[in-house]
């Protein structure tokens, strides 16, 4: 008992374990001693350090494989020329060639369709309004609402996904539709902005229609490391449509590497790599900028630049889980998708809000014809 008490006492210098000196030989130690205790040490050290190499090193293998950069597996992909030469010099602003296209995929994003046309309408584009969708996927009531504020609906085929889908992550599996983009060729377009349909337009871009560029995006911005990439996102696209640019990307993308889980954004990025005008991120402004570079984003702002909003990671059109909601329950969905994420987005999901407010009391169609009298299913949820 005493001698333990003797060993803990913090007046003791050199700490032995119980067992090994019963009478404070060892004590006060040899010279030979210290030096094997330091031996010890780094020995210890150098064991640690390795395994911590170890560590970082599988870990940076496992990122690194889940985002392959394009230019790291170089593929020749597309061998178009960078700019199209025009045949008339004032086309820039040619309403009927020209358009600014989103997608309707499901029932549950028509609200956010039928506010992003609205929000087109406000800056006074000239280009035509097209909405591709799935005739056997989106109701007439959906469709009805989407199209409301000034989108033309246009039926496209689904577009499988390449291997059967495995490897994508499920919200993506019908996003290779995009590609029937550059296919509007046949509807007489020339140019177009795809906007996806969580985002909503505040400044007029039909500037981007005089680009003499085939194909031009912002880069992608991510919560974690990553942040700004030199990849782009392909929530906000220009491109020139060619049929003959379609034709080589079905051929391809069947064969061509990409990392699958982020489906068509991977695959244009792997397609366009090394030919893709980088667009200043004003045109697909990801809300998750604010919290990543919020220097950045104020400045965006202040500047009033803003062309594209794009509610990445809050969407206040859609239920939890991604859910789709049903039209009458829209503004109590924005006031709690306004205190989701800590607030951190209020402002911006309140943009949302107004503006989807607007368009229900602008277009009094969607409450006398897509809505009135109708009881079709809404994704599950009945129109109210
Ligand atoms: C759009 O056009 C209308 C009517 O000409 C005009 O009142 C409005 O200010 C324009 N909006 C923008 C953002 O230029």
Redesign the pocket.
Known sequence: MNSLWIRLSPLRRHYLPLGVDDDGYHDIPSPLRKRRRLVVALAALVAVSLLFNVLSLVKLSRSSSLQARPLDDFQNLDTSPLIRVQSSSSNGYNANINAIVTTLFSDSYAPAVATLGHSLR???TTARLIALYFPEKVSPSALCLAAASGFQPVAVSRIAPPHNGKGIHDHFLDQFTKLSLWSLENEGINALVYVDADTLVLR?FDELFELPYVFAAAPDVWEDRRGMTLEFNAGVLFLRTSMKTYQRMLDVLPTTRFPLFYAEQAFLNQYFSGRTLTLPPVYNANIVTKKKYPELWRSMWEGKEVRTIHYTVVKPFLGPKMSGIGVGEVDGRVKEVKESESGRYSEEVEMWGKMWVETREMYPKIREECIRGTTVKYSGVLLT
């Open positions: 406000k800056v006074n007029n």
